[in-house]
C-alpha cells in the first residue's frame, strides 16, 4: 500500500520554466513533508521540507505548497535551470513515531533542457 | 567531511551467496537506517536503529539482517541472496529518530545478484 503518491514520473522542462511535482497522501497523522533531491550516483539529500501548520514555505528558487484539506503538497521549481536536473522524492512522516519512519513517494525524474 | 560511507560501491552476487553491506558515519549520529532503492517505488526503509544497541524493523525486513557495531557503524547482511534483491542500497544516518531531524544518505551500494 503506497501511502504517498507522486505525479508524474518524469518530468522534462525548458530553463527558465517552472516545475511542478505533485504528492499525495492518506494517513492524515502525517505531520513531516520533506522533499530530497538525488543526483545520479549519489544518494537522496534534502532539499526543503514543511509542517502543516503553514500552507507555504519558500527557500530560493524552491518552494513547498501545502493543502491540508486535500491531503497533498507540491514542488515548485522556479527559473529551472539544466543543474536542477535530478531524481526528486516527497515523503511524509508521523512525528510521535520512533524511527524516522519517512514514507516515500515513487520519484520524479526532472530534465532541464538548456 | 566524509558523512556518511559505505562500502563495496558495487558487487555482483550469484543466488544463494552471502554477504554484507557495510556503512559507518562520522557525525556522531545516534539513529541509523538501511533503505533500497527500486525504479518506481522510491526509498523503502530495510532495517534502523534508533541509537546504539538497538535495532527494528522497517517495511521490508525479509532476507535482511542487521548489526549496530557501534555508534559508528551499522551492517546489513543478506544471508541467502535472491534476484529479488538486486537493487541499490542506502545507508543513512541521523541526530535522532524524531521526526524533523535531517537524513543524511550515502552515496548507495549497487547490488546485482543473477
Known amino acids: 500500500q503506497q501511502q504517498v503518491k507522486q505525479s508524474p514520473q518524469s518530468l522534462i522542462v525548458q530553463k527558465g520554466g517552472i516545475s511542478i511535482i505533485n504528492c499525495a497522501y492518506e494517513?492524515?497523522?502525517?505531520?513531516?513533508f520533506p522533499w530530497y533531491q538525488q543526483f545520479p550516483g549519489k544518494g537522496p539529500a534534502l532539499l526543503i521540507a514543511?509542517?502543516?501548520?503553514?500552507s507555504e514555505k519558500k527557500e530560493g528558487r524552491f518552494t513547498i505548497s501545502f493543502n491540508k484539506s486535500a491531503k497533498q503538497f507540491s514542488l515548485h521549481i522556479m527559473d529551472s535551470q539544466p543543474g536542477d536536473s535530478a531524481t526528486y522524492f516527497c515523503?511524509?512522516?508521523?512525528?510521535?513515531?520512533?524511527?524516522?519512519?519517512?514514507?516515500f513517494g515513487e520519484g520524479t525524474q526532472l530534465t532541464v533542457n538548456p | 567531511n566524509a558523512g556518511v560511507t559505505q562500502t563495496p560501491k558495487f558487487q555482483v552476487l550469484k543466488t544463494g551467496q552471502s554477504m554484507t553491506l557495510q556503512c559507518a558515519q562520522d557525525m556522531n549520529h545516534n539513529s541509523m537506517y538501511w533503505y533500497r532503492q527500486d525504479p518506481g517505488m522510491g526509498l523503502r526503509l530495510i532495517y534502523y536503529s534508533a541509537s546504539e544497541g538497538t535495532t527494528d524493523k522497517g517495511e521490508v525486513p525479509n532476507g535482511y539482517n542487521v548489526s549496530r557495531l557501534n555508534k559508528r557503524e551499522f551492517s546489513l547482511r543478506l544471508e541467502s541472496a535472491a534476484p529479488s534483491q538486486t537493487s541499490v542500497y542506502f545507508c543513512?544516518?541521523?541526530?535522532?529518530?524524531?521526526?524533523?531531524?535531517?537524513?543524511?544518505f550515502g552515496e548507495g551500494s549497487w547490488l546485482t545478484v543473477v
Open positions: 515523503a511524509a512522516s508521523r512525528g510521535e513515531t520512533s524511527g524516522s519512519r519517512l514514507t
Open positions: 543513512a544516518s541521523s541526530a535522532s529518530d524524531r521526526t524533523g531531524n535531517t537524513i543524511y
Open positions: 494517513n492524515t497523522a502525517f505531520d513531516y
Open positions: 514543511i509542517r502543516p501548520d503553514v
